[in-house]
């Protein structure tokens, strides 16, 4: 059995590793056009910011821990073209510009997500690494995240813009307030983090960005980018703001160019797979990561949900699948945290929002309570919401805010989502009670004991 994996990051690295250790004398092939793997994107604003002193703790794995394993690793490699009917490839050695073929029994795409390429007129600049105009930056690769570092530390730069209010957007403005920088938010949804939290929870972190000195523009859209040798100046659908530097930080798209003529994929490129990760045109096919669907169990359907969680499971749910072994995918949440200015937050499943323009007919309740009883010395409120499905009271999705770091609690709305737990169960669900740390009835029960 030869099983051939392109892409070597999250996904790819675990579906590798995981495929070496479930049958050793399985011959693993990677293929990677970057020359690292398994580096923590997540963790670039930390690095940028400071936080992180050293990089090299954003790196879990190596192309030389692959090889000791027994692993046949191409770094600087890029696949350029698949035989799908005779299951062979054309690899393309981006050093030399040598081309040869390869062949596999089972194939594992991991091809990964890019940044999103707004069509923003002055943006594009050829000529440079990644096509942008000078000064523009994006933030997903480890050279990307150092590119940036070395701009920030020239001291003509002072103002900095971040488009796009994201997790990645949000992040990267403290590490740039953190270098005192003038820092702009720019983002067109009328809240930050909309794809993730609902109104109730977005005020709070608008608040405390805007407290921190960032300038914050909502509901604004940038139509342009203007500077001859380098970005000068962002034009948006509302003025225009002098800038020394921008990063675009608008989201992600699948890197689909190899596979879109082929395999059934949704409207932004993601390969459409079952809960085995196999593709729904080709049985020898599977897709794992950022370039593939994932089983949403708030949507029971195969949706988009880009996460390096996600990647990990996919990658070893893969792997056993491509060996013969059945092995279904349990779903995901999407469950995810931020620390914005001090403030903790976290969600899972769908916000009210998010539900509603998928279709869903959905009731949610909101609740602020304090996180233990108040005749403690010390408390402070939580904030949580929690989305569920009418009439039948099945939970999709919850949130939480507060100033201490209750973000670990989403873990059990995520596992109650899972379960396909209703209000009414995860109302009365034993939690433990002690003064010190919370209320007989604390506020993850009191969410759901006061939904209607």
């Known amino acids: 059995m030869k099983v051939i994996v392109i892409g070597c990051n999250h996904a790819g690295t675990w579906a590798a590793k995981t495929l070496k250790a479930t049958d050793p004398n399985c011959q693993v092939v990677t293929y990677d056009r970057n020359d690292n793997i398994s580096f923590l994107a997540c963790g670039i604003a930390l690095w940028v910011g400071g936080v992180v002193k050293d990089p090299k703790g954003l790196f879990y794995a190596s192309p030389e821990g692959l090889k000791s394993e027994g692993i046949e690793v191409y770094m600087g490699h890029e696949v350029t073209k698949i035989d799908w009917a005779n299951k062979k490839m054309t690899v393309k050695e981006l050093k030399t510009g040598k081309e040869f073929e390869d062949n596999y029994d089972k194939l594992i795409l991991a091809t990964g997500s890019w940044p999103v390429t707004p069509p923003i007129e002055g943006l594009k600049q050829e000529g440079t690494t990644y096509g942008l105009k000078k000064g523009i930056f994006f933030s997903k690769l480890y050279q990307q995240g150092q590119d940036i570092i070395d701009e920030i530390a020239k001291p003509e730069v002072k103002r900095v813009m971040v488009v796009g209010a994201g997790y990645i957007g949000v992040e990267l403005i403290e590490a740039f307030k953190n270098h005192g920088k003038e820092v702009i938010l720019m983002e067109a949804m009328p809240r930050v983090m909309a794809n993730y939290f609902d109104k109730e929870i977005t005020d709070e972190a608008e608040?405390?960005?805007?407290?921190?000195?960032?300038?914050?523009?909502?509901?604004?859209?940038?139509k342009k980018f203007e500077g001859d040798d380098r970005v000068k100046k962002v034009v948006t659908d509302k003025g225009s703001y002098d800038v020394d530097m921008v990063v675009m930080s608008v989201g992600f798209r699948p890197n689909s160019e190899l596979y879109k003529d082929y395999l059934e994929t949704l409207p932004n490129g993601a390969i459409v797979v079952d809960t085995t990760m196999k593709s729904s045109k080709d049985e020898n096919v599977y897709a794992i990561g950022d370039c593939s669907t994932v089983y949403s169990r708030a949507s029971e359907k195969q949706e988009y949900i880009a996460l390096a969680t996600n990647a990990v499971r996919m990658g070893i749910v893969a792997a056993n699948n491509a060996l013969g072994r059945h092995v279904e995918y349990c779903g995901t949440q999407g469950s995810n945290a931020i620390c914005v200015f001090g403030y903790n937050m976290a969600s899972t499943?769908?916000?009210?929002?998010?539900?509603?323009?998928?279709?869903?007919?959905?009731?949610?309740?909101?609740?602020?309570d304090a996180e233990r009883p108040e005749f403690m010395p010390t408390y402070e409120d939580v904030l949580v919401k929690i989305v569920y499905e009418e009439g039948t009271g099945r939970m999709l999705g919850a949130q939480i805010a507060s100033k201490h770091n209750h973000a670990e609690a989403i873990h059990a709305f995520s596992l109650a989502i899972q379960k396909g737990m209703t209000v009414q169960e995860f109302a009365l669900s034993d939690f433990f009670f002690l003064p010190h740390y919370n209320k007989p009835l604390s506020w993850m029960t009191m969410v759901a004991y006061t939904a209607k």
């Open 207 to 222: 608040k405390r960005i805007k407290d921190a000195g960032i300038e914050l523009h909502l509901g604004e859209t940038v």
């Open 349 to 368: 499943g769908w916000s009210e929002e998010t539900a509603k323009k998928k279709g869903l007919k959905v009731k949610s309740n909101f609740f602020r």
